[in-house]
């Protein structure tokens, strides 16, 4: 089975960085998409940055392009997402998963349901 283990989460100051991590274990396949989302309380779940990881083609949400760059390390099977310029509205916990993830330079979309690692706090303080 395929599991995702997040890591990296913490309390840190407006403008400063954080660098979230995700082990992935269980693949079978050498090209799939593995990504974070992130959920604010009261508020859903939403799409924040993906990554292919045979080409490494990336997507990211409007509201955090420039200010995050996820890579990925094959030989680690990690995936990571650098948070730069960090703003009290990241606050959320952020989850990796992975699944049929496909976008275009606006928007992504899923078919099917997807695996999820368990969550990573970031807090962000004003």
């Known amino acids: 089975d395929v599991q995702l283990q997040a890591s990296g989460g913490g309390l840190v100051q407006t403008g400063g960085s954080l660098r979230l991590s995700c082990v992935a274990s269980g693949f079978t396949v050498d090209d799939y998409v593995i990504g974070w989302f992130r959920q604010a309380p009261g508020k859903e779940r939403e799409g924040v940055s993906f990554?292919?990881?045979?080409?490494?083609?990336?997507f990211y949400d409007k509201s955090v392009k420039g200010r995050f760059t996820i890579s990925r390390d094959n030989a680690k099977s990690t995936v990571y997402l650098q948070m730069n310029s960090l703003k009290p509205e990241d606050t959320a916990v952020y989850y990796c998963?992975?699944?049929?993830?496909?976008?275009?330079?606006?928007?992504?979309?899923?078919?099917?349901?997807?695996?999820w690692g368990q969550g990573t706090l970031v807090t962000v303080s004003s």
């Open positions: 998963a992975t699944g049929s993830i496909s976008w275009n330079d606006d928007y992504f979309w899923m078919k099917g349901p997807l695996t």
């Open positions: 990554i292919r990881i045979s080409g490494g083609s990336t």
